[in-house]
Nanobody
Framework: QVQLVESGGGLVQTGGSLRLSCAAS????????MAWFRQAPGNEREYVASVRGSGSVHYADSMEGRFTISRDNAKNMVYLQMNNLKPEDTAVYYC???????????????????WGQGTQVTVSS
């Protein structure tokens, strides 16, 4: 089992930045895919970005350029740097891990086995 704990959410003004962190425990996740999803009230869970154990990254089209995902395998951590935040970025952000390192459908939430509790990000206009 893998436990995930997110941190770093909060309230920020439009144009501001936040850095989310996710700590994994219970098992080394170096080879696993780590990802961020988000969910706004009334919306489906939305893929943000993912990073493979090799460091290869992938972003949702609407996030690339403003968001940067990274990981620290030595610390079992994944991060999401979010810049130029907009009110529509307001959501609960979830960290997720897939134990299947070769999956192709990175944007499908059903391909992820472990989830954190989420951290709230609120962007005021």
């Amino acid at each position: 089992q893998v436990q995930l704990v997110e941190s770093g959410g909060g309230l920020v003004q439009t144009g501001g930045s936040l850095r989310l962190s996710c700590a994994a425990s219970g098992r080394t996740v170096n080879r696993y895919i780590m990802a961020w999803f988000r969910q706004a009230p009334g919306n489906e869970r939305e893929y943000v970005a993912s990073v493979r154990g090799s460091g290869s990254v992938h972003y949702a089209d609407s996030m690339e350029g403003r968001f940067t995902i990274s990981r620290d395998n030595a610390k079992n951590m994944v991060y999401l740097q979010m810049n130029n935040l907009k009110p529509e970025d307001t959501a609960v952000y979830y960290c997720a891990v897939s134990s299947r390192p070769t999956i192709v459908a990175l944007t499908t939430y059903r391909n992820y086995d472990y989830w954190g509790q989420g951290t709230q990000v609120t962007v005021s206009s």
